[in-house]
């Protein structure tokens, strides 16, 4: 096993980087980084940030045994490269090396495909500064703690060098790299790193680089002495049929490489799922970004499970590519010659014979190319809502957000909560939110059926523009990466949460009654109905204001319409809020009635008016009228949490 070990740190230290200024000779390194895939590198970002904060697109060097090459920054995790401290899960950048992959040969390490927190000894590979050159080094390291979702504590008494920050860190049990250094304790010993799994943050960019590194790995490299990672790695030897060894798992994640990626996390899940017999995984689910990420879920602890489970995933894999015109022959065979080591024969129908679950079998061919999808009521399904409470005293505005996730079948799930001292103006609120509600809604996003969002505000906030929100800063040219043209997003009062009163419960009830739904202008032209106007209105009545809902005659309004138990309306955020309306606002309101007039049922509504936004961002003239229309949709069905522990306040 030391033998073994010190072959495999041998790797290590051929993967392992140093990074520096792009006319480096003398000048002193920036930190370390390893390579994870042919021309990839990942490092720290805080190690770029002093040196690329200015000018993202600097070229630098990256020097290692074998490899001295210019490199530039791909991406990285930071939010915002001003801030002086960077956190936990914002602290991982991807270099790339100048030409094609194939001009640099190195080697590159092994990632798990399982995403956990690692615990327990480890080594900790990087370079540090001498009087001459710069030196590797190998330290030991144990990890006694966790920090938030990404964050891994290295336990005191151990001195960590200047300069490994970016470097490796490597599970000697498992053979698999499982983080990187962040930071040394300042004037003590020990640490903290972050996990590996926080690379699945990098999205699409993500997919790219695992893919790369599994063909890598899948060719079954060797280094000068002849040695390659799974070889040297601890498991079942590789004749054992009723088990996954690491070889069925690089042969296995190759093949995976070369196939379409999932179109969504719950896809993944469901067939992991499904692979388990329904037996679900200890801990929480991770994010699901390739079919690797599914392989992942398999395990008991460290520990694999049994082959069968493996191929029955691998099975459902190979039926879900097919039946949507992907070529997954190359997979099956591999199935069918892996099977047959398997030795317990009558068990081999347990993925000879799996077939797609109904939810994941493709739709015919003569389904309407854009399918209106009804709002979920009570058990039918998912809905995730932020909540935005105002901090009380603060001008101008500022807000706390709590993120919730709502199955259908039980109580919602308080998600992630707001961890910061004063609140959020509400241009901050996007950046704010960008990473946990986008890791969620990514998480829980379904092929076809991105799941609804919910955002409750007071009255008084109702003109935040929710649906023209977007969370990627860079997009292709044909996405259309505002939140109110991907998915429905609806508005909710915040003073309603908890029980619904009465009112609005049976106004509620009876419009779900209704299958056809008209406009009612209010205010009109000097018409301004008072509380029993509001109450009293018929129930496939829906309101629709071309003023705003902030500010007068339109906050009165939508404050009469709320009391009267109106669920639904309809607002013009940008509106005018003069007493007269100008000739527009005729236009609006005819075709607001006209989109109504398209409803079947209520809970139409929300899928009716994002495709009118989709619409709108492919230029057609004709939907521009609903641009800056906002939706109240309350189901008092699905309540809203109820307020806990008072009113927030803002400190002193």
């Not at 002093?50 to 070229?59: D, E, K």
Request: hydrophobic share 35%; net charge negative; charged share 25%.
């Amino acid at each position: 096993m030391s033998e073994g070990n010190d072959r495999l740190y041998e790797l290590a230290r051929a993967a392992t980087v140093h990074l520096l200024p792009a006319r480096g000779d003398g000048a002193p390194l920036w930190g370390s980084g390893f390579f994870v895939a042919p021309g990839w590198v990942l490092t720290a970002a805080h190690v770029l940030r002093p040196h690329l904060a200015a000018g993202p697109r600097t070229v630098f060097r990256v020097r290692g045994e074998g490899v001295d090459a210019e490199a530039r920054l791909e991406q990285w995790l930071l939010t915002d490269p001003r801030r002086q401290a960077v956190p936990l899960e914002e602290d991982l950048a991807l270099v790339r090396l100048a030409g094609e992959p194939e001009e640099q040969q190195h080697e590159c390490v092994w990632l798990a495909d399982r995403a956990v927190s690692h615990s327990g000894a480890l080594k900790v590979c990087g370079y540090y500064p001498g009087p001459s050159e710069t030196y590797f080094r190998i330290v030991d390291a144990e990890i006694n703690g966790h920090e938030d979702r990404h964050g891994l504590i290295i336990k005191p008494d151990i001195d960590l060098p200047s300069g490994v920050s970016g470097g490796p860190l490597l599970d000697p049990e498992t053979g698999a790299v499982v983080g990187l250094v962040k930071s040394r304790r300042k004037q003590q010993d020990g640490g903290k790193a972050v996990a590996i799994s926080a690379l699945r943050r990098f999205g699409r960019t993500y997919r790219t680089v695992v893919a790369a590194h599994d063909r890598w790995h899948g060719g079954e490299p060797q280094s000068p002495t002849g040695d390659n990672w799974i070889d040297l790695q601890g498991g079942p030897p590789a004749g054992a049929g009723e088990q996954w060894t690491p070889t069925d798992r690089r042969d296995a994640l190759r093949l995976l490489a070369e196939l379409p990626p999932p179109p969504d996390a719950p896809t993944v899940e469901l067939l992991a799922k499904r692979a388990r017999s329904h037996n679900t995984w200890p801990g929480g689910t991770p994010e699901l970004l390739t079919w690797r990420d599914g392989t992942g879920l398999l395990y008991e602890g460290a520990r694999p499970l049994e082959a069968l489970t493996f191929l029955r995933y691998l099975r459902f894999v190979e039926l879900y590519t097919a039946a949507r015109g992907g070529d997954a022959t190359a997979l099956g065979r591999w199935i069918g010659t892996r099977l047959r080591r398997e030795p317990r024969r009558a068990f081999h129908d347990l993925v000879r014979d799996v077939s797609l679950p109904e939810a994941l079998r493709p739709a015919p061919d003569a389904v309407p190319e854009r399918i209106v999808i009804p709002y979920p009521g009570p058990g039918e399904g998912a809905t995730v809502a932020v909540l935005l409470d105002p901090v009380i005293g603060a001008r101008p505005a500022r807000f706390f957000w709590q993120i919730w996730y709502d199955d259908g079948h039980g109580e919602p799930e308080l998600h992630e909560v707001d961890g910061s001292v004063h609140g959020h103006d509400p241009a901050g609120l996007v950046q704010a939110l960008r990473g946990p509600l986008g890791r969620l809604l990514r998480a829980k996003d379904q092929e076809g059926r991105p799941v609804p969002l919910e955002v409750a505000l007071p009255v008084e906030h109702f003109d935040t523009a929710v649906h023209r929100w977007r969370f990627d800063d860079i997009a292709e040219l044909n996405d259309a990466g505002h939140l109110g043209v991907r998915r429905r997003v609806v508005l909710r009062a915040l003073e309603r949460r908890g029980d619904p009163d009465k009112v609005w419960a049976e106004r509620w009830q009876a419009m779900t009654d209704q299958r056809r739904f008209s406009g009612w202008r209010t205010p009109g032209q000097g018409d301004f109905p008072g509380a029993r106007g509001y109450r009293d209105a018929a129930c496939d009545l829906i309101p629709v204001m071309c003023r705003p809902a902030g500010r007068d005659p339109g906050r009165t309004a939508m404050r009469l319409a709320l009391e009267g138990g109106h669920g639904v309306a309809l607002w013009h955020v940008d509106g005018h809020s003069s007493r007269v309306c100008p000739e527009s606002c005729d236009i609006l309101y005819a075709k607001a009635e006209e989109l109504l007039q398209t409803l079947g049922s209520l809970a139409e509504l929300p899928d009716r008016i994002r495709h009118v936004r989709q619409e709108i961002s492919e230029l057609r003239a004709d939907r521009a009228w609903a641009e800056p229309m906002a939706l109240l949709y309350d189901d008092p069905r699905r309540p809203l949490p109820s307020e806990e522990g008072g009113t927030l306040d803002a400190p002193l």
